[in-house]
């Protein structure tokens, strides 16, 4: 088998074997379920319930403030108990909506397309909108403002991402197994929204299971195809997968749509099939609770809002103490300060680490020893960036690549120097940003 | 969870590598054994005492100056011990015990600590403490030199291959191929009037093409591969210096860039400029010019320095080849037979240019 990559990138221990083999389970009902405003990339949901209102699950209780912002649903059927702000997996307190539930589990009618395939792509896209559907890989980008690229930038290629190069996580590979046919039904929804002729689907070699299934069901359907990739992070970074699949290069600066192509990670293809035949909003997603300390590492199907305290307790708690809890994976997840989250519709994954595992080393000196140089997969000289932002040089660390920088944290997980390379760039990015605005 | 439990808040990624800066240098110095072993096989025991001499000497220095400078003393992580070894390989077996004590010194004092320490000086530290040591006590530095155990220092063991009749060997062609480094003989023999001369003494044959012949035979090549010759410390086996680089490509320690390049260049230009007057030259010179002298030494360990040399790829390209076109200048031009450290320090301080020069275009960036 020919396994295609990208350039530069790192070789983490993959950490898969946890949870890996746990088939979906579904999460019995929570106690409460705190829905997150801000759960995407754009403009916070606003609220369109109060405080004692009664929801059923399914129903919409927040909704979009502009073209790029989200529908929210109540994920169990209950009580509107709080809004407030809870701490967001990002580790940061946001305002968000508590909702007690009932335990009787009320849903809102859902519909049956049989014939979702012939729906017109306008009906889709509303329907995905409807959805509150938005990237569920991490960045949440809302999908119906994605699938709606402008009209001199004509997209050929559709290509799923079930890359997940995060070490630990397994959530896109239990749904890849699990729901392979829903996906390519997504998958397939997804070109015609946008009119794409061809649709890819990037599996790493680490999951050949996943690889042979999709292979095999793809096998009659001519414009699908399977793309084997070798192991390397950050291949499920969306400009890095572009190129490993098609061989294009997103432009710097520029969007995949520049270049005809449109990405959509796995498991949101599974919520669009759902929100097109269903009418089914996105409540509820698959999320791995892993690591070497949790008793029996699972990859449930829990309602969005879900604390990662009740989910780290369905999986049968811990059997050391906790040293740090990430909600994503630890390439680029958040170290939270406790276990009092929610997930959201972005959450793929909570690890947890025991305390030798979350002990980090001093910095150092720059050696220049251009490690991170050599790995960067967007050739850029995060040493060089980082030293000039410590210095207060944004010229230099502009020209040297700060705002190319998708902050996958390659360069810090070679950094013989333990720089925090990726914290100094993000200060880079910020203290930029205000120089703009006072520009 | 127990509430009691204290998380640890920090930036991602929360995995690293687990390479760290101390691994980097000790592995570095592993890598040197196989010389240091070899070098003390060929020289005697006194090789592996003027070597942990120079190491020692420098880590001491280096703890001295962190104390007055009142700052963490860091030199346990071994980059202290690496230059003073790697000043110890610059000078010959022969040479007084002082002399790597003094050079060390000088090695951390004023290439390093001056500076601020590790990662912040501009050039190569060890091969500034042996600049310093050649245009101090040059006697010092190039006399007395021990020979190799069972051979010639020259690496010309062969002499009836040189002159069927030994008696036809004058006593300055003898002193030529028995005394002498074996780029020492090469260098010489770019003197056309001293071939001349040799030549006129041994009643008209090409006693100087002959000699020049032998160094790139089967023979000496052998020699300096193994390390039978005479040399600095850290001049003695290709093989022994090999091994030790193969070890830090593998560990994705050093990167294959500047030696490629330097040895590269080194390897072309011999072969294209390598040969003497009135005898012209031999295929095989090129490899007599990469096996001999401080070039593997230089190449794998001093050349890929991290602090002193480029870190953009192209940097690092153009960095090897300006080594090697430096190097082949004064070996074939310039008054000393070696030239791999005056070579490196000058690209050392040509390197911050170097880096802006080659800043590399970020992913998806077009040509405007």
């Known amino acids: ?439 | 969870m127990n509430s009691q439990d204290r998380l640890i808040v920090s930036p991602a990624p929360h995995v690293h590598d687990k390479t760290t800066v101390k691994n980097v240098m000790w592995n570095v110095v592993l890598a040197l054994v196989p010389a240091l072993l070899f070098a003390t096989y060929y020289w005697g025991v006194r090789a592996l005492l003027l070597s942990l001499t120079g190491a020692v000497a420098a880590v001491v220095c280096e703890a001295l100056i962190q104390k007055l400078r009142k700052v963490p003393v860091t030199v346990h992580d071994g980059s202290a011990f690496l230059t003073g070894l790697l000043l110890a390989f610059n000078i010959h077996a022969g040479a007084p015990i002082w002399l790597p004590i003094v050079g060390a010194f000088f090695a951390i004092g004023v290439g390093k600590q001056v500076f601020g320490g590790l990662g912040n000086n501009p050039v190569n530290p060890a091969l500034l403490g042996r600049a310093f040591l050649l245009a101090s006590w040059p006697t010092q530095m190039t006399a007395g030199w021990v020979a190799a155990k069972d051979s010639a220092m020259s690496g010309i063991n062969n002499l009836s291959r040189i002159a069927t009749n030994l008696e036809q060997l004058s006593p300055k062609a003898y002193e030529l191929v028995t005394s002498a480094t074996p780029l020492k003989v090469a260098q010489t023999l770019r003197d056309s009037s001293f071939v001349a001369d040799i030549n006129a003494q041994a009643g008209g044959i090409d006693l100087g093409g002959r000699i020049f012949g032998s160094l790139t035979e089967m023979e000496t090549l052998k020699s300096l591969f193994w390390g039978n010759i005479g040399g600095c410390i850290g001049e003695v086996s290709a093989f022994a210096l090999l091994l030790g680089a193969a070890y830090l490509l593998y560990k994705n320690i050093i990167e294959w860039r500047i030696p490629l390049y330097y040895i590269g260049t080194v390897f072309v230009l011999t072969f294209i400029f390598g040969g003497i007057p009135g005898s012209g030259t031999s295929v095989m010179l090129p490899f007599f010019h990469i096996f001999s002298g401080g070039l593997m030494l230089g190449a794998f360990f001093m050349a890929t320095d991290y602090t002193t040399t480029p870190i953009t790829k192209r940097g690092r390209i153009i960095f090897g080849i300006g080594c090697g076109l430096l190097t082949v200048m004064i070996r074939f031009v310039g008054g000393y037979p070696e030239g791999v450290s005056y070579s490196i320090l000058f690209m050392n301080v040509m390197t911050p240019l170097i880096d802006m020069m080659t800043l590399p275009k970020a992913f998806g960036k077009v040509k405007k």
């Open chain 1, 1 to 439: 088998m020919q396994l295609k990559t990208f350039p530069g990138g790192i070789h983490p221990h993959d950490e898969k074997h946890y949870s890996k083999a746990a088939a979906i389970s579904k999460f019995p009902t929570p106690n409460r379920v705190i829905i997150h405003l801000s759960q995407h990339i754009g403009a916070p949901s606003t609220p369109i319930v109060a405080v004692g209102d009664t929801v059923l699950k399914g129903q919409p209780i927040a909704e979009p403030s502009g073209f790029v912002s989200l529908t929210q649903h109540a994920s169990i059927s209950g009580k509107v108990s709080k809004i407030a702000k809870f701490m967001h997996p990002n580790g940061a307190m946001s305002m968000a909506i508590e909702i007690t539930s009932d335990g009787l589990e009320q849903m809102v009618e859902l519909s049956n397309d049989e014939n979702f395939m012939e729906l017109d792509a306008e009906i889709l896209k509303e329907r995905i909108a409807a959805a509150g559907i938005c990237g569920m890989g991490g960045a949440g980008f809302p999908t119906h403002v994605k699938l709606s690229p402008p009209a001199d930038k004509p997209i050929d290629v559709v290509v799923l991402n079930g890359v997940e190069c995060e070490p630990y996580l397994t959530s896109d590979h239990r749904l890849m197994l699990e729901r392979a046919e829903d996906i390519l039904h997504g998958l397939k929804l997804i070109m015609k929204v946008v009119g794409a002729k061809k649709g890819m689907i990037g599996i790493e070699a680490n999951k050949p299971d996943a690889i042979l299934l999709m292979e095999k069901l793809c096998a009659k359907e001519k414009n699908l195809e399977v793309v084997a990739l070798k192991m390397q992070y950050p291949q499920g970074a969306e400009k890095q997968l572009i190129f490993a699949a098609t061989g294009r290069k997103v432009p710097a600066g520029g969007l995949p749509m520049a270049i005809g192509v449109v990405v959509q990670n796995v498991g949101t293809s599974v919520a669009i099939y759902e929100a097109a035949r269903y009418r089914k909003p996105l409540i509820d997603r698959v999320i791995s609770i892993t690591g070497s300390i949790v008793k029996s590492p699972q990859n449930f199907l829990a309602p969005i809002g879900t604390l990662y305290s009740e989910l780290v307790e369905a999986s049968g708690g811990t059997t050391a103490a906790i040293g740090k809890a990430i909600s994503g994976g630890p390439m680029m997840g958040f170290a939270l300060p406790s276990l009092d989250a929610a997930m959201t519709k972005g959450s793929s994954g909570l690890v947890l680490f025991n305390q030798k595992e979350a002990r980090s080393m001093a910095e150092h000196t720059c050696l220049r020893c251009a490690r991170c140089v050599d790995i960067c997969p967007m050739n850029l000289m995060p040493s060089i960036i980082a030293n000039a932002v410590k210095y207060n040089d944004l010229d230099m660390a502009v020209k040297t690549g700060l705002n190319d920088c998708i902050k996958c944290g390659s360069c810090a997980f070679v950094c013989p120097a333990q720089i925090r390379l990726v914290q100094w760039i993000d200060t880079g990015k910020l203290r930029y940003a205000e120089a703009q605005r006072k520009k």
